[in-house]
């Protein structure tokens, strides 16, 4: 093949065939230089250094005194880390020619490459000086000035060099210095001004929705990463941000498409782990279990996976099991409050724990937050609600025509008391320990005041209540002597406090902590708390939900401000 129809392979970027005929070529014409340099070239493309090197090696035999044989020379002595030979060769070249700006420019990416940046620029300053023109070397200025966090001279001679040149390259660095540097509204319009010269740019997609997706605008974010994969489907880093969001919105099914083809291109433990978690939210609790052990085959140290392993064997009734892997949490994260707290109850080693700890409270309710209205229906056949709406309305005290002024739901969980109360409560307000609770009650919109606190914390303000409604609270407390007087410090002189408890049977006790993690408490405690400063109107014992095919009995309390309601 002619030279020059093999320098145009080499020039359209096929260059395995251009070497292949390059080669060809200088086995018939070994001393041809301009093939040797140009071979030399392709080589270095295809990051084949020493083949590289023997060509430059040749080349400088000769032709010693040849300016741009001379820089191949020096890159492929400096790819191969050999630094004070490939600086001498760049200064031997620069003397060579006439005008050695390029050169300088190489050289600064030499100096680059080793992180020498001071010289980096240096080398970079001298080419622009010698060509201006040399738009290259002033933005690999550029880039020299951003790795040294010399932002403010980057971002100033990055946009003149912007408005100067039109260049894909340059705007997408502009793009990304914007973002980087907080000022989003730039970046956000840099990113589309790119995307309408190429609209199928999927780095600047991704970039795009990582900012939409810093600030909120989830929607966008989900349409520019539902873009990169498109252009790219292999892109795991967009699969796991686009499963995460889904994640977030408590759309399961959705985030499983793209977990899963995440675990097609990159199997891992965190994508095994993030799999049996949205099967476990979707109560498919055998492929939950299938997905977090495949997560613990690869990383047999994933402390969480062992915790919702736990909790799985937990539900299913399988308590030794469950006890083996709290204690398999504990060996690798002593400081799991929440595996503690679970093994004390199945191990009926509950004598540290007064209450439930509030991480493992906030948690449990935030996992099913929106499933929790169904779960108790259909599953547990929930009463608690109606039977304190029940006592509270069979005691006579509710009349629309004189409502209570101030309610407290205290646990609010979805709003089920808070519905049934609304009409007969003028100002709800409600608390919960569960961010997700708090934002389901919300959408009920009957609420006018919604707090996620500890419940200890929110009584300790000065706040006043007409009537106090807690239902299924106490099973997360166990010693309620505290709770019992912030409550009644709470209720104003014409106030009732409904509440409900599990029944504890073990009448040598107060209180105890169950195998459910949940405390039952025994009534005559409950009399004692309160003797002094309410006046009981009706106890009812009642079956409060079934769990396990078994009936959970307990009591609902209706208590009054002695001398309230005469």
């Known amino acids: 093949m002619e030279k020059m129809n093999i320098m145009q392979l080499h020039q359209t970027g096929q260059l395995s065939e251009a070497q292949v005929h390059y080669e060809d070529y200088l086995s018939r014409n070994p001393d041809d230089t301009d093939v040797l340099h140009l071979l030399a070239i392709v ?12 060509c430059a090696k040749k080349l400088h035999k000769l032709a010693p005194a040849n300016s741009n044989y001379l820089v191949v020379y020096a890159n492929c002595q400096s790819l191969l880390n050999q630094d004070k030979h490939a600086t001498k060769l760049f200064n031997r070249a620069i003397d060579l020619c006439d005008n050695p700006a390029h050169i300088y420019n190489m ?6 490459r080793k992180g020498c940046f001071e010289d980096a620029k240096k080398s970079y300053q001298c080419a622009q000086e010698l060509n201006p023109t040399l738009h290259e070397a ?12 010399d932002y403010d001279e980057a971002l100033v001679t990055l946009e003149t060099l912007v408005s100067q040149v039109n260049s894909l390259e340059y705007q997408i660095q502009l793009s990304q210095l914007y973002h980087q540097l907080g000022h989003t509204d730039k970046a956000r319009e840099q990113y589309q001004a790119i995307l ?5 740019h999927y780095m600047t ?10 600030d909120q605008d989830l929607k966008q974010a989900k349409h520019h990463y539902k873009q990169v994969i498109q252009l790219m489907p292999s892109h795991t880093e967009t699969l796991h941000n686009l499963a995460s969001i889904y994640l977030n919105q408590k759309q399961y099914q959705e985030a499983l498409v793209f977990w899963h083809k995440q675990a097609e291109i990159e199997p891992d433990a965190t994508t095994y782990y993030n799999l049996g978690i949205c099967y476990y939210y979707l109560n498919r609790f055998d492929d939950a279990g299938i997905y977090l052990t495949q997560c613990l085959e690869c990383d047999p140290n994933y402390t969480n996976a062992y915790l919702n392993l736990a909790n799985l064997s937990l539900r299913s009734g399988q308590a030794k099991e469950a006890i083996g892997y709290y204690k398999l949490v504990l060996s690798k994260d002593p400081t799991c409050e929440e595996a503690r707290y679970l093994l004390a109850a199945l191990s009926d080693e509950t004598e540290q724990y007064a209450k439930s700890p509030a991480i493992y409270v906030s948690r449990l309710f935030d996992q099913y937050a929106e499933y929790y209205n169904k779960h108790l229906k259909d599953m547990l056949d929930y009463q608690v609600p109606q039977h304190l709406y029940e006592i509270v309305e069979t005691s006579g005290y509710l009349n629309q025509d004189r409502p209570f002024l101030r309610g407290l739901d205290l646990g609010v969980g979805t709003g089920l008391v808070g519905q049934l109360f609304n009409q007969y409560v003028t ?3 409600g608390v919960d320990l569960s961010e997700s609770m708090i934002k389901e009650a919300k959408s009920l919109g009957i609420y006018q005041d919604l707090v996620c606190a500890d419940l200890f914390d929110y009584l300790a303000d000065d706040n006043d209540f007409d009537i106090i409604l807690l239902a299924d609270v106490l099973p997360y407390i166990g010693d309620l ?6 409550l009644v410090s709470r209720l104003t002189d014409r106030a009732l406090l409904a509440f409900s408890i599990e029944l504890l049977d073990d009448d040598t ?3 105890a902590l169950q195998h459910t993690a949940r405390f039952a408490h025994n009534p005559k405690y409950i009399a004692g708390l309160f003797a002094k400063c309410l006046v009981k109107v009706s106890d009812n014992v009642r079956v409060l939900r079934r769990q396990n095919q078994q009936d959970i009995r307990g009591v609902i309390y209706l208590y009054k401000k002695i001398d309230s309601f005469s």
Do not use: C, W
Not at 205 to 214: I, K, Q
């Open 196 to 200: 309408s010269q190429d609209p199928t």
């Open 43 to 54: 080589y270095l493309q295809k990051k084949q250094v020493q083949s590289a090197l023997s």
């Open 481 to 486: 002597s505290q709770l019992a007087e912030l």
């Open 138 to 149: 002033r933005f690999n200025y550029i880039l020299t000035l951003i790795n040294t966090k």
């Open 107 to 112: 050289m600064g990416n030499h100096y680059y």
């Open 509 to 511: 006790q107060d209180y």
């Open 205 to 214: 997609h991704h970039r795009l929705a990582s900012l939409y997706l810093e």
């Open 427 to 429: 100002h709800k307000t």
